[in-house]
């Protein structure tokens, strides 16, 4: 069964998997003891941080190994800040941060901290001039990922450090879908990974802090780690990380000209070979094993279970797979199409049939589900209505809201407006897209007397 959801979690490289079993013979013992058990546990952890340091391009001493990728990230956030509260309280993120990164900044704020979020553009980018523009005088941290977890665009992190660097903030990079593709480029002061991203075991995350940054380390804090990670560390499994990075590594130039090709493929012929497709994400400075497309009139959810069915793993960032019927921060940031959407990521070692196969099925899942939704097919004709037009889509979900617009659009004159009444978030920006898509004017919204949203269309054509 092919398992296209990497970005998620990479299967475990070989390499770990060798490393993990023989340190669970060698590396039992505490490391902190100077008897022979623990020096030899010692020894094992001192390599692992070598390597792992290599890898990242800092000194072995500004590495600690963390319980996950998410608690790197809020001890970074929260020692860096602490360190820099004399500066001021202010915080700065782009607006398609990993949840783990939002999540610290809604907690910054919670106890009267500034948050700035800065805005991205249709490829969910920032711009480097738009995030130097964010800071100020009272800035104590930055935050920026490599690059997006949903939809793989590559952020611009050396510009933006540089930009950083000269008003004096530090910048926290969030390397945990790039770092096992290559070293985040930039003049960088913390970064944070997770291990289980570039097939490492689950349970093991690294944070670097640049020597010179002002750093406090929050809660209670022991001998290890350089007290930025508490706890007995999982031996095991940090030299399983480790040895892993250094493999994938090793792997990686070739690797990712391999499946930068898939990908390329997929790309092209998802919208050939099926309609009203919006491929998202930067077409060219992207991870190499990422594409995430949306279609059209297409039940998330159901269409995930479907391509289940056929035997592919795949995620989504649609509202309709989501518990909050909310679409994803980041298609929300970057305003793009959410229903159907569906995020392949290709973990190493992907086999060019399956890709094949996944192309092949693709078209007749979509076609299934959008026949069961009752979804109009091709474009509306032209016909006469008599006064304004209004779609009652209250208290349905993605997507039918825009199915519903699509049905009756025919009916609209040209130059003349429609208006969809609907209280699902993803509406906001589904209804724009499906605009954008048929060559039809979004006028705008307003709040709707009978409750939600009143989205207005103006049929140009």
Same mark, same amino acid.
């Given at each position: 069964m092919?398992?296209?959801?990497?970005?998620?979690?990479?299967?475990?490289?070989?390499?770990?998997?060798?490393?993990?079993?023989?340190?669970?013979?060698?590396?039992?013992?505490?490391?902190?003891?100077?008897?022979?058990?623990?020096?030899?546990?010692?020894?094992?952890?001192?390599?692992?941080?070598?390597?792992?340091?290599?890898?990242?391009?800092?000194r072995?001493?500004?590495?600690? @190994?963390?319980?996950?990728?998410?608690?790197?990230?809020?001890?970074?956030?929260?020692?860096?800040?602490? $360190?820099?509260?004399?500066?001021?309280?202010?915080?700065?993120?782009?607006?398609?941060?990993?949840?783990? =990164?939002?999540?610290?900044?809604?907690?910054?704020?919670?106890?009267?901290?500034?948050?700035?979020?800065?805005?991205?553009?249709?490829?969910?980018?920032?711009?480097?001039?738009? @995030?130097?523009?964010? /800071?100020?005088?009272?800035?104590?941290?930055?935050?920026?990922?490599?690059?997006?977890?949903? !939809?793989?665009?590559?952020?611009?992190?050396?510009?933006?450090a540089?930009?950083?660097?000269?008003?004096?903030?530090?910048?926290?990079?969030?390397?945990?879908?790039?770092?096992?593709?290559?070293?985040?480029? $930039?003049?960088?002061?913390?970064?944070?990974?997770s291990?289980?991203?570039?097939?490492?075991?689950? +349970?093991?995350?690294?944070?670097? &802090?640049? %020597?010179?940054?002002?750093?406090?380390?929050?809660?209670?804090?022991?001998?290890?780690?350089?007290?930025?990670?508490?706890? @007995?560390?999982? /031996?095991?499994?940090? =030299?399983?990380?480790?040895?892993?990075?250094?493999?994938?590594?090793?792997?990686?130039?070739?690797?990712?000209?391999?499946?930068?090709?898939?990908?390329?493929?997929?790309?092209?012929?998802?919208?050939?070979?099926?309609?009203?497709?919006? =491929?998202?994400?930067?077409?060219?400075?992207? /991870?190499?094993?990422?594409?995430?497309?949306?279609?059209?009139?297409?039940?998330?959810?159901?269409?995930?279970?479907?391509?289940?069915?056929?035997?592919?793993?795949?995620?989504? +960032?649609?509202?309709?797979?989501s518990?909050?019927?909310?679409?994803?921060?980041?298609?929300r940031?970057? +305003?793009?199409?959410?229903? +159907?959407?569906?995020? &392949?990521?290709?973990?190493?070692g992907?086999?060019?049939?399956?890709?094949?196969? @996944?192309?092949?099925?693709l078209?007749?899942? !979509?076609?299934?589900?959008?026949?069961? /939704?009752?979804?109009?097919?091709?474009?509306?004709?032209?016909?006469?209505?008599?006064?304004?037009?209004?779609?009652?889509?209250?208290?349905?979900r993605?997507? &039918?809201?825009?199915?519903?617009?699509?049905?009756?659009?025919?009916?609209?004159?040209?130059?003349?407006?429609?208006?969809?009444?609907?209280?699902?978030?993803?509406?906001?920006?589904?209804?724009p897209?499906?605009?954008?898509?048929?060559?039809?004017e979004y006028?705008?919204?307003?709040?709707?007397? %009978?409750?939600?949203?009143?989205?207005?269309?103006?049929?140009?054509?």
């Amino acid at each position: 069964m092919p398992y296209f959801d990497a970005a998620s979690a990479a299967p475990l490289h070989p390499v770990a998997r060798q490393a993990l079993l023989a340190s669970l013979d060698e590396g039992w013992a505490d490391p902190a003891r100077l008897y022979r058990e623990g020096r030899r546990a010692r020894l094992l952890l001192d390599a692992a941080r070598e390597a792992a340091a290599e890898a990242v391009g800092c000194r072995p001493d500004e590495l600690v @190994f963390t319980p996950s990728g998410t608690r790197a990230v809020h001890a970074g956030i929260a020692g860096a800040l602490a $360190g820099r509260r004399r500066v001021g309280n202010g915080l700065v993120v782009s607006a398609v941060e990993h949840s783990s =990164v939002l999540h610290a900044a809604e907690g910054h704020a919670a106890v009267g901290g500034s948050v700035t979020e800065v805005p991205v553009g249709r490829t969910g980018a920032v711009g480097a001039g738009a @995030f130097a523009s964010a /800071l100020r005088p009272d800035t104590a941290l930055a935050c920026l990922q490599s690059a997006n977890h949903e !939809v793989g665009t590559v952020q611009p992190v050396a510009e933006v450090a540089e930009a950083c660097r000269a008003a004096g903030v530090p910048l926290l990079v969030d390397a945990a879908q790039s770092l096992g593709w290559g070293p985040v480029a $930039g003049d960088w002061s913390l970064l944070a990974a997770s291990a289980h991203k570039w097939g490492g075991p689950a +349970g093991v995350g690294l944070l670097a &802090v640049r %020597k010179g940054v002002r750093f406090a380390p929050q809660g209670p804090s022991d001998e290890r780690e350089s007290g930025r990670a508490p706890g @007995f560390e999982n /031996l095991p499994a940090i =030299v399983a990380a480790a040895a892993s990075l250094r493999a994938v590594r090793a792997e990686a130039e070739a690797e990712a000209a391999r499946l930068r090709g898939l990908v390329d493929r997929i790309r092209a012929r998802v919208p050939e070979l099926v309609a009203d497709v919006e =491929v998202v994400g930067d077409p060219v400075d992207r /991870l190499p094993h990422l594409v995430t497309f949306s279609c059209l009139y297409v039940d998330g959810e159901t269409l995930l279970h479907e391509l289940d069915r056929e035997g592919f793993s795949v995620s989504s +960032g649609s509202s309709c797979t989501s518990s909050t019927l909310t679409p994803s921060h980041v298609l929300r940031a970057m +305003g793009v199409l959410s229903e +159907g959407n569906v995020r &392949v990521s290709l973990p190493a070692g992907t086999a060019e049939t399956d890709v094949d196969r @996944f192309l092949a099925v693709l078209p007749g899942v !979509v076609a299934g589900v959008r026949e069961r /939704l009752g979804a109009p097919a091709g474009a509306p004709a032209a016909a006469p209505a008599s006064g304004p037009l209004v779609v009652d889509a209250l208290g349905k979900r993605c997507p &039918v809201p825009v199915i519903e617009l699509a049905k009756v659009f025919g009916e609209v004159p040209v130059g003349a407006t429609v208006t969809v009444l609907s209280d699902d978030e993803a509406a906001r920006l589904d209804i724009p897209a499906w605009c954008e898509m048929r060559g039809q004017e979004y006028v705008g919204e307003s709040p709707s007397a %009978k409750g939600g949203v009143a989205y207005v269309v103006r049929r140009v054509s």
